[in-house]
């Protein structure tokens, strides 16, 4: 499985940004998808992730300004981002789960910068 993220960049404090991210490969109809996020110095944590169960979940820190469109389909899942605040400046990374005789798999993107200026 790969996974290809896009459509980061640098931009102003308040602006929108929109990332994405296509998976190839063996994929299961049952898997999860969605976005994490690297800031400097600190650890990876989730953004918003689309699950298996076709739920949505986000970070508190996100609500309301991000949202996780999903083709299914295209094995595509998106990152629209809104209201950019400089806290958002991370790496983002696509991440794919799936479940396969009992184990998990994990895959990652080769993530990709936002910078967010004040």
């Known amino acids: 499985v790969q996974l290809q993220a896009s459509g980061g960049g640098l931009v102003q404090a308040g602006g929108s940004l929109r990332l994405s991210c296509a998976a190839s490969?063996?994929?299961?109809?049952?898997?999860?998808m969605g976005w994490y996020r690297q800031a400097p110095g600190k650890q990876r944590e989730m953004v918003a992730v689309f699950t298996s169960g076709g739920r949505t979940n986000y970070a508190d820190s996100v609500k309301g300004r991000f949202t996780i469109p999903r083709d299914v389909a295209k094995n595509t899942v998106d990152l629209e981002i809104n209201n950019l605040k400089p806290e958002d400046t991370a790496v983002y990374y696509c991440?794919?789960?799936?479940?396969?005789?009992?184990?998990?798999?994990?895959?990652w993107g080769q993530g990709t910068l936002v910078t967010v200026s004040s």
């Open positions: 991440n794919l789960n799936q479940l396969r005789l009992g184990v998990l798999y994990s895959y």
């Open positions: 490969g063996s994929i299961f109809s049952t898997n999860a």
